[in-house]
């Protein structure tokens, strides 16, 4: 079978995470360039231009891990040259400019797959197959913990579009997913607590959000920038007929029990480590849909539509009430 050849733009952590995944762990692939002027390593290919790398005849597939105010921009680049992406997330933090670039992809009739890896994660694959199942009846309510162990970098802070567009976007997304439904509504309230560099940015750093789903079931999000326990990621669904839960990943599972008490180990240090496995089954998703021609499992639509939550979370923060959805497809029509 003939191996998809992949071009990978930008080598931060993200970009050596699927560099290694692609190289060593996935069939039916060769990663033939790459671009990165700030990587300096050798990986025995050639680091190109983004323009050099996304028109090479050489390339299939292009995976994008730059910085969040780049990807619309390379997204048109693949369509412009046809050639199938991977983009992590968020698409952009513009809703004009997010249809502007679905507009290109569709008229290219390219592969476009969102960076959405928790959809990927066992424990979290295993609570969606319950839901699906019917195995706890009708769903009414989905719980999701995500917390950091420790705020992002100042620079990171000022240009990630606020924690609701680069953090709890993956938990809007989660809950779409899980769910199977769309949000119409979104009420946040947050501030900022742990963090000066946050205060700096402008930014939150502790909020709940409640959605409200189509059918008036819910969703309630509670999110910090730090954990001094470690990374805190937890996820629960209750329905009409039980409860389905996952709990955190912890560096080992003993327990020691004594005179003063039980005591266990703390979760996992860091993203990377925590979805490890995610971040390979996501990408592998994607290879597969390209070696079989099927349809990707994570859409342009599904970026756009957790960005919208996004927007709405950011709005009910600032005027402190809740936001229907349906005001923010009436400002994407205007802006």
Do not use: W
């Amino acid at each position: 079978m003939k191996k998809v050849r992949i071009g990978i733009i930008g080598m931060g952590r993200i970009g050596k995470i699927h560099y290694d995944n692609l190289k060593n762990k996935v069939e039916n692939t060769e990663v033939v360039s790459f671009s990165d002027p700030f990587f300096k390593e050798s990986l025995e290919i050639p680091n190109l231009e983004v323009e050099a790398l996304v028109s090479c005849k050489e390339v299939d597939a292009v995976i994008i891990c730059s910085p969040t105010n780049t990807h619309a921009d390379y997204i048109s680049l693949c369509a412009k040259h046809k050639k199938d992406v991977f983009c992590e997330k968020p698409h952009d933090l513009s809703l004009p400019r997010v249809i502007e670039s679905l507009q290109e992809v569709k008229a290219a009739g390219i592969k476009l797959m969102l960076g959405f890896n928790r959809r990927f994660d066992p424990n979290f694959l295993k609570i969606k197959k319950l839901v699906m199942d019917g195995k706890i009846g009708e769903p009414f309510l989905i719980k999701i913990t995500s917390r950091d162990p420790a705020p992002p970098s100042l620079s990171y802070l000022k240009s990630s579009g606020g924690m609701f567009l680069d953090m709890t976007i993956h938990d809007f997304d989660m809950a779409r997913y899980i769910m199977g439904k769309e949000v119409t509504e979104v009420y946040a309230v947050g501030g900022a607590f742990v963090s000066e560099d946050v205060i700096s940015a402008n930014d939150i750093d502790i909020a709940t959000v409640t959605l409200k789903f189509e059918d008036n079931t819910m969703a309630l999000i509670d999110n910090s920038r730090k954990a001094v326990y470690g990374y805190d990621q937890r996820l629960e669904v209750f329905g009409s007929g039980g409860m389905a839960k996952a709990e955190n990943n912890n560096h080992d599972t003993h327990t020691l029990y004594n005179e003063i008490g039980a005591h266990s180990s703390l979760p996992l240090d860091f993203f990377m480590d925590r979805y490890t496995s995610s971040y390979l089954n996501e990408i592998k998703s994607f290879i597969n849909s390209i070696v079989l021609g099927t349809n990707v499992s994570v859409t342009g639509e599904d970026g756009f539509q957790a960005l919208k939550i996004g927007i709405a979370a950011g709005i009910s923060i600032r005027e402190n009430r809740p936001v229907k959805i349906n005001e923010i497809n009436q400002l994407q029509s205007i802006l």
